[in-house]
């Protein structure tokens, strides 16, 4: 074994020393669409509107939440009065309004629910600005990668020289002072 480990360090420290002269030259940038969508002035009043959404939907499953309650309270005070068959239907009657809010819930605020979808829809259209502002700016400048930091691509170490999110800005027709960024 100790024979074979300097056989296999070998070509791992020729791909090592190697890898860094085929890769230096190419060009990567980097931006942060957080950043960008905050800058864009119509993310405000579409950020506002789905929290406005939000508060309306949380405000009428807390309205369910409190007739559950009401409806347990009531169901506690007087259950030794009730027959065991009416303790069962009061039962089932609470139970099923716990089912009726967790789907209320799901639906709204599911996987597929409609938040998500109102957020894909209002976001889209400011999505492709930038990713269409991006293949401009990375084409010009003649980058070869380009990656977006806020998403899951997220690098652990990035030299600021290579972000190019004021270019998508400018891009966009938004500019901003130099402090900002």
Request: proline fraction near 4%; charge should be negative; avoid cysteine.
């Amino acid at each position: 074994m100790k024979k074979l480990l300097p056989i296999l360090i070998l070509p791992v420290a020729v791909a090592f020393f190697t890898a860094p002269s085929a890769t230096a030259q190419q060009k990567i940038g980097y931006i942060d669409s957080d950043v960008i969508m905050r800058e864009i002035p119509e993310y405000t009043g579409i950020r506002q509107r789905l929290e406005t959404i939000a508060q309306n939907w949380k405000q009428e499953i807390d309205e369910m939440q409190v007739e559950i309650e009401r409806l347990r309270q009531d169901f506690e005070a007087r259950e030794i009065l009730f027959t065991p068959d009416i303790r069962r239907q009061r039962q089932q009657e609470i139970d099923q309004k716990i089912r009726e809010r967790e789907q209320y819930i799901n639906r709204r605020f599911g996987p597929d629910g409609d938040y998500f979808r109102q957020q894909e829809e209002l976001l889209e259209p400011l999505q492709q600005r930038i990713l269409e502002a991006v293949i401009k700016v990375a084409e010009r400048e003649s980058f070869d990668h380009v990656f977006d930091r806020a998403g899951d691509y997220l690098f652990l170490y990035s030299r600021r020289r290579w972000d190019i999110s004021r270019d998508v800005l400018q891009e966009m027709g938004i500019f901003l002072d130099d402090d900002s960024l």
